[in-house]
């Protein structure tokens, strides 16, 4: 009784010392969020208090559209989807052969400097490098195209133009989408293929809490290395039954993993050619949110310097 006490203490305090981090508040620095459809989401209202919480302001961007795609009055693809909602082939291949110079990314993103693309559902098969099929689990359907196709581009477009990017779960699945990677359809499936068990340890089978795990970092030679200061994240929270198999052949590079039932899981990677260009699997603005907002589980996650790093690095860098 008497930890959970300090804690409710402590955590508003410790938040507080944060606040100075991007400089005076009324000059406070801005870090954008890619557009998502579900604004709503746990995940993306997450990032926007963190980014509050290190004393920035959030801002998110319009939804980025493509002109080789069309689009009813409600800003919906018109006769661009099957019936799992999953962005057809060719409209797909459209998109990935011109990226994002067919399309308004240049008016949204003209003033962002430093971008987040927060969590969120599976990305469209087709839009991988070696086009995948629909996973068959009717419990995860939830695809955007919309949402896809908008952060396949605006991704393009950062990468091209060196733009600072901290690129969440799904975030860190579209970065490497984008940039030909290898993706694994559905985790449990897939250790089911290789006679292994996940154990549950990147999503809850239930769908009720966030899991918590540890990922170690591979490369000392990286930024999330001189960023974190440390080569084992404890208790990263952690909701994807996705994920990336392998960076053979990209500019990326695997930088953390989480070894399950001895198969190693990528859990971050990066370009080391950017100036900084970080994807991480696991949820650290989840760990901020709980710990700001007090909640009872707060302590299941990482601790608030740990989890608040990333987005510090991104928003002073």
Known sequence: MKGKVLRRIIAPLMAICFVASCGPTTMK?????????KQDSYSFISTLKTIEAI????VVLDMVRSTDLMYQEDSKLKDAVDEHGILLSPLAQKTKTNRWRHSNVAEIAKDVDCIIFPGGSDICPTLWKNEGAWHG??????YSAERDVSDYLLMSYCLEKNIKTLAICRGMQMLSVVSGADMINDIPTYFDSLGKDDGDTHRDAEKKVFAAHDVEITDTSSLLYKTMGTTTLSRVPSWHHQGVLSVEGTDLVVTAETITDGVPMIEAVERKDLTFCIGVQFH???AVRK????EADAGNYMDLDSASKLFRALATN
């Open 55 to 58: 004393g920035c302001k959030p």
């Open 291 to 294: 710990i700001v907002d007090q």
């Open 284 to 286: 650290p603005e989840v």
């Open 29 to 37: 620095k801005i870090v954008y969020v890619a557009w998502s459809n």
């Open 137 to 142: 689990i009717e419990a995860d359907t939830e």
